[in-house]
C-alpha cells in the first residue's frame, strides 16, 4: 500500500537495491501511474530486464506491494515479445522508460518488426493483433529484419 513516499522515491530505492542484486538491463514504467489515471493506492508497475531470474532476490526487496515487478530475462523479454504479452506491448508502445543500457533500444526493433508483421495496433483501452502468424513464420520475420537491420 502506498504511504505518501514519491513513486519516483520509491522506485529508486526499490532498483537500486535490486542492482545490488542482479545486473539490472531496463527498467519500464506501465500502467496508471504511466497513463495519469492512478489513484493514491495504485501500485508501480515495473517491467524490468535483468541477466538473471529476479524471483529469488524479490522478497528481500522494501516496497514490493506498492511495486509490482513485471520481470523478465533478456530471453524471456525476446519470447514475451514474439508472444505479444501484452504488458511488453503496452511498454514498447506507452511506456515511460527509466533506465535501459541498451537491450530495451535493441528490443524495440524487434518488437517494431513483430508488430507489423501480425498487425498489432491499438484497439480502446487496449490492443489487438490483426494477422495470426505460425511462430515460426514470425521468428524467420523477425529474423530478415534483424540480419537487414545489421547490415
Not at 524490468?48 to 530475462?73: A, F, M, N, Q, S
Not at 511462430?135 to 524467420?140: D, H, V, Y
Amino acid at each position: 500500500m502506498w504511504d505518501g513516499t514519491p513513486a519516483l522515491s520509491i522506485v529508486e530505492d526499490f532498483i537500486g537495491r535490486l542492482s545490488e542484486l542482479a545486473k539490472v538491463r531496463a527498467v519500464v514504467a506501465i500502467g496508471s501511474r504511466v497513463r495519469g489515471g492512478w489513484r493514491p493506492w495504485s501500485d508501480i508497475d515495473l517491467v524490468i530486464v535483468c541477466d538473471e531470474h529476479i524471483g529469488p532476490h524479490l522478497p528481500k526487496l522494501r516496497h514490493l506491494g506498492t511495486i509490482d515487478p513485471k520481470p523478465y530475462t533478456p530471453k524471456g523479454l525476446l519470447e514475451g515479445i514474439l508472444r505479444c504479452d501484452v504488458e511488453l506491448v503496452e511498454a514498447f508502445e506507452e511506456g515511460l522508460v527509466l533506465y535501459d543500457d541498451g537491450l530495451w533500444a535493441d528490443m524495440r526493433v524487434l518488437y517494431e518488426r513483430v508488430k507489423t508483421v501480425l498487425g498489432v495496433e491499438k484497439y480502446g483501452p487496449g490492443w489487438r493483433i490483426r494477422r495470426k502468424v505460425p511462430p515460426e513464420e514470425l521468428a524467420r520475420a523477425v529474423r530478415r529484419g534483424a540480419e537487414e537491420l545489421a547490415r
